[in-house]
């Protein structure tokens, strides 16, 4: 939909203090430490695009606050090369940058947001090559600090960090699906089957470019098998999370022209975990 197509089906354009009213309306305060999922369109037309959500965000949490999102990296070599044909193996291992969190991109799945932010004088992004995240705020370089080269989702991760913070997490627009903490909550879940990806990936160390193995629950196809507890179709994220706003958690409310929600950290990770464990049964 383009812009003029948006104003027409919204009531103006969205402000950097419409934005800033709704958050706190829907709960966000100052001192917040928010991990954000963020929908441009379905805000509609927002003046000034990413930079204008990230100042109503910062406005809410003010100076003790810290916002935070999840980047990944967007031009990762594939988990898979190493199946390629020796010539194109030999060709990547000698030619692919090494990640670095200052110039490599976000992944671009996860919208324009997370680009915006890492990108902002004072943010601090992770170590982690494929499970970066990044940070702005008070709070930004303990969130982001040591950074698990295994288990990047797991204990001591940045997604670890923000429940011990007593974060939280905000749906900005965004389908219900995009609850990345619910990684963490698979990382923790004590249930069987649990599925582990391997791969290799190029870093600095020392200023030296170094391939190096990681371990990781398999974050792209699910670190469980859930065929036999959600319904064909459906990505269990969304299921969970479904559950967890009937079952009486969050806070739903209008960010502009989008259906938005707010969590608290602890409570997605507790839910998911015992919803986990209860469905999957134990290990």
């Avoid at 960090?161 to 749906?171: F, H, I, S, T």
């Amino acid at each position: 939909m383009d812009e003029m197509a948006l104003l027409k089906h919204s009531d103006g354009p969205v402000t950097r203090d419409r934005i800033a009213r709704d958050l706190a309306a829907l709960g966000l305060a100052e001192g917040d430490v928010v991990m954000f999922h963020t929908r441009m369109s379905a805000i509609g037309y927002v003046a000034g695009g990413t930079r204008t959500v990230i100042d109503a965000l910062s406005d809410v949490v003010g100076e003790r606050g810290t916002l935070m999102v999840t980047c990944g990296w967007n031009d990762a070599p594939p988990y898979d090369f190493t199946d390629w044909p020796r010539p194109w193996q030999d060709a990547l291992r000698e030619g692919h940058p090494a990640y670095d969190p200052e110039l490599s991109e976000a992944d671009h799945n996860n919208g324009r947001l997370p680009e915006a932010l890492r990108r902002r004088p004072g943010a601090v992004r992770s170590r982690h090559p494929d499970a970066s995240f990044a940070a702005l705020g008070a709070s930004a370089a303990e969130l982001m600090a040591d950074h698990p080269w295994d288990d990047p989702h797991g204990p001591g991760s940045p997604l670890a960090k923000l429940v011990a913070a007593g974060g939280r997490v905000l749906l900005l627009g965004a389908p219900l699906d995009t609850l990345t903490l619910l990684h963490h909550a698979e990382a923790l879940a004590d249930a069987p089957g649990k599925r582990f990806v391997e791969y290799e990936q190029p870093i600095l160390v020392d200023g030296e470019r170094v391939w190096r193995r990681f371990r990781d629950i398999d974050s792209e196809d699910g670190a469980f098998d859930y065929a036999s507890v959600v319904p064909e179709g459906r990505w269990p994220f969304a299921v969970i999370a479904e559950e967890m706003i009937a079952a009486g958690t969050g806070r739903r409310g209008m960010v502009g022209a989008a259906e938005s929600h707010l969590f608290e950290a602890g409570d997605v990770v507790r839910f998911g975990v015992a919803w986990m464990e209860e469905k999957l049964g134990k290990a």
